[in-house]
């Protein structure tokens, strides 16, 4: 999944067949950091090559704050990992619309 961060507070989390400056188009605001997210440790890392911006190390914060408020996410990405058949890229853009639909 991939992340920008606005203003330095507000976190959206989307799937990676959208652009970071696709995103950021649509919520508008300053990007202040972006990247990609790893669900299963809640990190954040890597950055937008096209809009120039990395991630930070107190996005990984922002992550599991919003985990805390957001419906069960561990027990979410245990089910659909479990439903993926194989490693497809199909079945992974599933399961990032997904986990998206949750955290958007």
């Known amino acids: ?3 920008i961060v606005i203003n330095h507070i507000e976190m959206v989390l989307f799937h990676c067949g959208m652009s ?4 950021l188009e649509r919520l508008g605001g300053k990007c202040t950091s972006a990247g990609f997210v790893d669900l299963t440790t809640l990190r954040c890392h890597g950055e937008s090559e096209g809009l120039g911006i990395s991630s930070d190390p107190s996005d990984s914060i922002l992550l599991r704050h919003r985990a805390l408020t957001t419906r069960t996410l561990a027990d979410e990405i245990k089910t659909v990992r479990a439903s993926l058949s194989d490693g497809s890229p199909e079945a992974l853009a599933a399961a990032d619309r997904r986990l998206a639909g949750l955290l958007i």
């Open 1 to 3: 999944m991939k992340y």
């Open 20 to 23: 970071h400056g696709e995103m």
